[in-house]
């Protein structure tokens, strides 16, 4: 499935998403990592991030992880597991990498690092294939 970058508007990884995160990833080893710097646009409680934020950074890394290996699947179920509050204004380094594969259904985890490697948030997720023309 090829994406034209020029007009899609995902709010995670457009580039021309006026409101959106503009995230860009890249494949490591076994993974596919991003980097995000949280502003105080992104806060929930004063000076932390907003779970819903972080939610769409892991689940965004997840299906980039899928969508680079010519997969065409969407988010059947999300577990998100906060372990600390993400502060505003400190880069938190994402990765995610696949776990498994049973049919339809592809199982992926990820997580949410701060700079210094502490754990932010975790997640795993579980995306079922589609046919291509479904994503539109
Ligand atoms: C890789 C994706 C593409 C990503 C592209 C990325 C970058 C490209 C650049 C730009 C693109 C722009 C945007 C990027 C977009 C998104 C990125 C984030 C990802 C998302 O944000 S994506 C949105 C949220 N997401 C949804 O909007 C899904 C809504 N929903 C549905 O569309 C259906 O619900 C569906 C298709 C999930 C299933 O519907 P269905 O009718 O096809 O299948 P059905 O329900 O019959 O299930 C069949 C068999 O799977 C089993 N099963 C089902 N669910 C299960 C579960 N959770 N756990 C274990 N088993 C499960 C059943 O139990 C059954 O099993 P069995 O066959 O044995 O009976």
Redesign the pocket.
């Known amino acids: 499935?090829t994406?034209d970058?020029t007009t899609?508007?995902?709010f995670?990884?457009?580039p021309i998403n006026p409101i959106g995160l503009k995230l860009v990833f890249a494949d490591k080893g076994d993974t596919c990592v991003t980097r995000f710097v949280p502003g105080p646009q992104h806060q929930g409680w004063t000076g932390r991030v907003h779970g819903g934020i972080v939610t769409t950074l892991l689940?965004?890394a997840?299906?980039?992880f899928?969508?680079r290996r010519d997969?065409?699947?969407?988010?059947?179920?999300l577990t998100v597991r906060f372990r600390i509050p993400a502060p505003v204004g400190s880069e938190l380094l994402v990765e995610a990498r696949q776990t498994g594969a049973r049919?339809?259904?592809l199982t992926l985890e990820a997580k949410a690092c701060l700079k210094d490697g502490t754990v932010v948030a975790v997640a795993q997720g579980?995306?079922?294939r589609?046919p291509p023309d479904?994503?539109g």
């Open positions: 499935m994406i970058e899609h508007m995902c995670a990884c457009s689940d965004e997840m299906a980039q899928l969508y997969e065409t699947a969407v988010t059947a179920e049919g339809r259904l579980k995306f079922l589609v479904a994503l």
